[in-house]
């Protein structure tokens, strides 16, 4: 794979030096804004959350992005630039908001907070949805508090059958390649410091 990606980047330097070299010639009509999108899709898409991998178990950012249901969700986390914290080996637990989650937050948060000015708001606010570890819902009953990365305890409550992190419903689980993502009916948000 890493042998792929090797090939492919030097390929397209080797294609941007070709374009370059022939930039004289009529039949090269490359704009600067064409290759200004190109160095910004080349910058932006670093990192291990960009490598295309279709043969294992999809990783976390790879269940979201996959889900319809979590359109708001992979938006806030590309925004907080936390798509390769995603992807690390693991083992993570992602407490995964739906779009009805952040619907239901007040009118304007969301789009506040994917704001670039937001960003460290937004990637503590995420960064609370995730802890370390691999444990069902089940497993989870037994824990009155979690750990999130972002440094804040978050608590576990259990009602019945039903588990809630910081308030957040349960309401499904998919195993991931690198952990495990719990489907929540909220957006967990962290304590005030």
């Known amino acids: 794979m890493r042998s792929t990606i ?9 294609l941007l030096a070709l374009n370059s070299s022939c930039k004289d010639r009529a039949q ?3 704009t600067v804004s064409d290759q200004n ?3 910004a899709i080349l910058e932006n898409n670093k990192g291990q959350a960009f490598i295309e991998d279709d043969e294992s178990t999809p990783n976390v950012l790879q269940i979201a992005i996959g889900s319809a249901d979590h359109t708001t969700l992979v938006a806030a986390v590309q925004a907080a630039e936390l798509e390769n914290v995603l992807v690390n080996a693991g083992p993570l637990m992602v407490f995964a908001p739906t779009n009805a989650a952040f619907d239901a937050l007040p009118e304007g948060t969301v789009e506040d907070l994917l ?18 570890g691999n444990y069902s819902k089940d497993f989870l009953k037994k824990f009155k508090k979690l ?3 972002n440094n804040q305890n978050v608590s ?13 419903k349960i ?3 998919v195993p991931a390649g690198n952990g495990i993502v719990h489907v929540v009916d909220k957006v967990i948000l962290p304590p005030a410091q």
């Open 6 to 14: 090797k090939l492919s980047t030097m390929g397209l330097f080797l």
């Open 28 to 30: 090269n009509q490359t």
């Open 37 to 39: 999108a190109s160095e």
């Open 115 to 132: 704001k670039p000015e937001n960003k460290d708001a937004l990637a503590n606010i995420l960064k609370y949805h995730v802890t370390p």
């Open 147 to 149: 750990g999130q990365a």
């Open 156 to 168: 576990v409550e259990v009602k019945g059958d039903d588990v809630f992190i910081g308030g957040a």
């Open 171 to 173: 309401i499904g689980s």
